[in-house]
């Protein structure tokens, strides 16, 4: 049986998390970066244990304002730190509720600056693995993330984005661009989902066909039709006999 993993980017103050944690088998807590404070990631970790969804960290570049979507100038020593301090501070949490942190997903523009910078890709990937070197670590597949996370000894997941437009060359295209975040009608971006899981092709901004090999699937848990888009994804993949579960787990997640 084909499986996939299904995750969301949580804890960042939307009303709608505790409905998304019943739909997805693993969640990108935001850990005091872009969002998140010591209360909301408690509230996740605890949302996590309850619903036996994988907890990962979801670190970003301290800029709330813009939500961690900014380009910013880091050099390796400042994202090894940053990532390294808001992994830590969710990992203390985590011991205390009793869940283990399985991995680790970068947010934002820091995920887009290490997908295609090697240094502050290597920066991440030292910061994980010096955390805890069993952590995997999530990325796009074929970027300097996975070239790194290999390097270091770490276990990459290669992502791809149910909600996101891809340029030709299989790149995300700029949030500031339009057509960036897609919008279309849920059992649309389910369909898309359905072959993002299975290896097929999906129709890059202009139209040409992308492949993204990819073990988990995103859906933002900060888009209006989050919650509508991740129940007609896990319907739709229920639909095509594929398993939802975690990278580190042999056991499907329920709905």
């Known amino acids: 049986m084909i499986a996939v993993d299904v995750n969301a980017d949580l804890g960042e103050g939307e009303a709608t998390d505790a409905r998304m944690f019943t739909l997805v088998?693993?969640?990108?807590?935001?850990?005091?970066?872009?969002a998140g404070d010591e209360a909301?990631?408690?509230?996740?970790?605890?949302?996590?244990?309850?619903?036996?969804?994988?907890?990962?960290?979801?670190?970003?570049?301290?800029?709330r304002q813009n939500k961690g979507r900014r380009t910013m100038t880091a050099t390796p020593l400042e994202v090894h730190r940053?990532?390294?301090?808001?992994?830590?501070?969710?990992?203390?949490?985590?011991?205390?509720?009793?869940?283990?942190?399985?991995?680790?997903?970068?947010?934002?523009a820091l995920y887009n600056q290490a997908a295609q910078d090697p240094a502050l890709a290597r920066a991440l990937a030292e910061a994980v693995v010096a955390?805890?070197?069993?952590?995997?670590?999530?990325?796009?597949?074929?970027?300097?993330?996975?070239?790194?996370?290999?390097?270091?000894?770490?276990?990459?997941?290669?992502?791809?984005?149910?909600?996101?437009?891809?340029?030709?060359?299989g790149h995300l295209v700029p949030r500031q661009e339009p057509g960036a975040v897609l919008t279309d009608p849920p059992h649309r971006l389910a369909?898309?989902?359905?072959?993002l899981a299975t290896g097929l092709p999906v129709p890059s901004l202009n139209g040409a066909p992308v492949v993204v090999a990819a073990s988990t699937l995103c859906?933002?848990?900060?888009?209006?039709a989050a919650v509508a888009v991740a129940a007609?994804?896990?319907e739709a993949l229920r639909a095509h006999a594929i398993a939802v579960r975690a990278p580190n787990s042999a056991k499907p997640c329920q709905p």
Not at 45 to 61: D, E, I, T, W, Y
Not at 85 to 104: F, I, N, P
Not at 133 to 139: H, K, T, V
């Open 25 to 34: 088998s693993s969640a990108n807590i935001a850990c005091g970066g872009h």
């Open 40 to 63: 909301s990631m408690q509230l996740c970790l605890r949302l996590a244990k309850q619903h036996g969804v994988a907890a990962g960290a979801h670190p970003g570049f301290v800029d």
């Open 82 to 108: 940053l990532v390294s301090d808001q992994v830590r501070a969710l990992a203390t949490l985590a011991s205390r509720e009793g869940v283990r942190l399985g991995h680790v997903k970068a947010h934002g």
């Open 131 to 169: 955390i805890d070197p069993a952590m995997r670590l999530f990325g796009l597949p074929g970027s300097c993330m996975q070239t790194q996370a290999k390097a270091v000894g770490l276990q990459f997941v290669g992502e791809a984005f149910v909600d996101r437009a891809y340029d030709d060359q």
């Open 191 to 195: 369909a898309r989902a359905v072959r």
């Open 219 to 224: 859906v933002h848990g900060d888009t209006p």
């Open 232 to 234: 007609a994804v896990r």
